[in-house]
């Protein structure tokens, strides 16, 4: 079965009237079709967006997203991680949600929208 995602946003009501949203935007396919399919349905979004410094090409993604967030009259809201202690999966994910978080509170947005795809199995849990 088809499913169309923005009509199916619609219907679940996820956003109420012209209430600031936060999207983590990391700039891949899953997350930008998200960004793509709530900026057509609503304006009142903000952009979060985490470098986690692992790659060279990210500080690019950064600057890139920023700079379409400014196109777009889209708030942005970045950070870059530097060096983590322990586990840097488990560490990076705490980072983000608290960044998260601390976006959502700025912008008194009660929402935050992530997009994960069927392999995305350790945020799920």
């Known amino acids: 079965m088809k ?6 946003v619609k219907k679940k009501k996820y956003i109420d009237g012209n ?6 935007l990391s700039g891949g396919v899953d997350s930008m079709v998200l960004f793509n399919i709530l900026y057509s349905l609503h304006y009142n979004i903000i952009i979060a ?3 986690h410094n692992k790659r060279f090409a990210s500080f690019d993604e950064y600057e890139e997203l ?8 889209v708030p942005f809201e970045g950070i870059t991680l530097d060096e983590l202690e322990g ?3 488990e560490e990076s994910r705490n980072r983000r949600f608290e960044f998260f978080v601390e976006v ?11 997009a994960h795809h069927a392999d995305d199995q350790i945020e799920t849990i």
Request: proline fraction near 3%; glycine fraction near 0%.
């Open 3 to 8: 499913v169309d995602l923005k009509t199916f």
């Open 19 to 24: 209430e600031p949203v936060v999207i983590a």
């Open 49 to 51: 967006h985490v470098n």
């Open 66 to 73: 920023k700079e379409m967030a400014l196109h777009k009259n």
């Open 87 to 89: 586990n840097f999966q």
């Open 104 to 114: 959502a509170k700025k912008h008194n947005a009660t929402k935050v929208f992530l």
